[in-house]
């Protein structure tokens, strides 16, 4: 296996499984991240009973709230949560991280956008979210 390899536990849930366990910032609930503080919010893991406006529900009362815009193309199941400032973003990520709505869920996998802000503002202005429904009863694992 070329490149690094890897050793002990892996930490980060988010990207390369060959980070160090100690660097990255805190994403709540035990879990840590390498991508960059951010405006935005990444929110993938939405289980199949539940829909955008679910998720919606969970972030909407957080401090600095500003919209939730979710991607429902085709399989993709994901929400990006924008945020007025990056501290009420990753008070957000810390709050929800792992959120379930019910004990048999997976729970969400939160992480900042990796994407700019100018992304994030063109689509606020232009509102463009496609929101996805629930497609089938809860899976016990």
Known sequence: MAGHQAKG???NPFGSKYKDTEGGY???NG???YTSPSYTL???KVPDAEGS???DDVFSSDSGFLQSRPVGHK????V???????????KGMLAHQGFKWEDVDEGLKIDYDKDAR?????????GISEKFFSVGPRKAK
């Open 9 to 11: 536990i892996d930490a």
């Open 26 to 28: 805190d994403a709540g």
């Open 31 to 33: 879990k840590r991240t």
């Open 42 to 44: 990444f929110v993938t």
């Open 53 to 55: 406006d679910a998720v």
């Open 75 to 78: 399989s993709r199941r994901m």
């Open 80 to 90: 990006f949560v924008d945020y007025n400032t990056i501290e009420c973003a990753t």
């Open 118 to 126: 100018s992304k994030r503002n063109t689509a606020m202005d232009e």
